[in-house]
Nanobody, 113 residues
């Protein structure tokens, strides 16, 4: 399984970005997908998660601003990020869990104040 994340960039506070993660392989449909992020000096933290059954979970700091979704036909997961804050600045990683765990390469999100 390979995960390819994209969509990061530089945005002003209050702006929006949409991250995408495309998965190869045949396990996507039954996998739980998630986005994690890691800021310099911080541990990697869970941002949002979506199960195969479309149950979602959000970290407390992003709930109400971020939305995770998936498209099984495209083997893709998305993270719509609205009302971005400087503290959302981090490298965002796509994660797939299906017995084993897989990580994407990360995409940088920078929010300027």
């Amino acid at each position: 399984v390979q995960l390819q994340a994209s969509g990061g960039g530089l945005v002003q506070a209050g702006g929006s970005l949409r991250l995408s993660c495309a998965a190869s392989g045949s396990v996507f449909r039954n996998a739980a997908m998630a986005w994690y992020r890691q800021a310099p000096g911080n541990e990697r933290e869970l941002v949002a998660r979506i199960t195969a059954g479309l149950n979602t979970y959000y970290g407390g700091s992003v709930e109400g601003r971020f939305t995770i979704s998936r498209d099984n036909a495209k083997s893709a997961v998305y993270l719509q990020m609205n009302s971005l804050k400087p503290e959302d600045t981090a490298v965002y990683y796509c994660h797939l869990a299906a017995g084993r765990e897989y990580w994407g390469q990360g995409t940088q999100v920078t929010v300027s104040s």
